[in-house]
């Protein structure tokens, strides 16, 4: 029931296209014997049936403008080429503190960042 409950909370802000492992990875580790670099690797995963139902529906909602996914898609692809390549090799408390790091800065941008 854990897990399911994590799903489902991570599918809501995936859907809403924040990141599900925002949810999924840090509570994989938190609620689970999961390392960082299993939770990554479930996170990824289960991403691709979450995002092809969102896409869906935001595709129907018609909240896609293609030419800009296009170049977003290829950089993505390259970065995660790199990214995944750098994320085997390193060590998996180093990762772990560096995926925090990253979580607090997108929290603290949240909060005090003006968004139009």
Same mark, same amino acid.
């Given at each position: 029931?854990? /897990?399911?409950?994590?799903?489902?909370?991570?599918?809501?802000?995936?859907?809403? $296209?924040?990141? +599900?492992g925002?949810?999924?990875?840090?509570? /994989?580790?938190?609620?689970?014997?999961?390392? =960082?670099k =299993?939770? =990554?690797?479930? #996170?990824?995963?289960?991403?691709?049936? %979450?995002?092809?139902?969102?896409?869906?529906?935001?595709?129907? #909602?018609?909240?896609?403008?293609?030419? /800009? @996914?296009?170049?977003?898609?290829? $950089? +993505?692809?390259?970065? @995660?080429?790199? $990214?995944?390549?750098?994320?085997?090799?390193?060590?998996?408390?180093?990762?772990?503190?560096?995926?925090s790091? /990253?979580?607090?800065?997108?929290? %603290?941008?949240?909060?005090?960042?003006?968004?139009?």
């Open positions: 029931m854990k /897990l399911f409950i994590i799903g489902f909370f991570s599918g809501i802000v995936s859907g809403m $296209g924040i990141g +599900g925002t949810i999924l990875i840090p509570s /994989l580790i938190l609620f689970t014997q999961l390392t =960082q =299993q939770a =990554q690797g479930i #996170n990824l995963i289960v991403f691709i049936p %979450i995002s092809i139902v969102a896409l869906i529906v935001h595709y129907i #909602n018609k909240n896609i403008e293609f030419k /800009l @996914a296009f170049l977003i898609i290829i $950089g +993505g692809i390259i970065g @995660a080429l790199i $990214g995944s390549s750098i994320a085997i090799k390193i060590n998996p408390s180093l990762l772990k503190k560096l995926f790091i /990253l979580l607090l800065c997108i929290g %603290i941008s949240e909060l005090f960042i003006k968004k139009e």
